[in-house]
């Protein structure tokens, strides 16, 4: 597998891999985004670890308002968080 089909892999066994979790394995609860967070995007909940900054982020993700993360929402997430990341990385090149 090519580098980013590799990604694109990890992504999807990430998800499923916290999403199985508890009971719909076709989404993530809040408990389970909140496991997958503080596992995967430890730097990403570092500002703040508090309960609010969870359930910000979990209202934020849930597009449709059904209390779930779906792949589709989560995948979302992870593009936005890679473009703030490749901004980052571009204004440090630039300096
Ligand atoms: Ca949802």
Known sequence: M???ETAMG???A???K??????????????????LLQKELPNFL???KDKDAIDRVFKN????????V???EFV???ASLTCCCHEHFEQKAAK
């Open 76 to 78: 979302l997430f992870v």
């Open 18 to 35: 916290y999403a199985r979790a508890d009971g719909n394995r076709q989404t993530l609860t809040k408990a389970e985004l909140k496991n």
């Open 10 to 12: 990890m992504t999807i």
């Open 46 to 48: 570092s500002s703040g």
């Open 2 to 4: 090519s580098q980013l």
């Open 61 to 68: 993700l849930d597009a449709n308002g059904d209390s779930q």
């Open 14 to 16: 990430v998800f499923d």
């Open 70 to 72: 779906d792949f589709k």
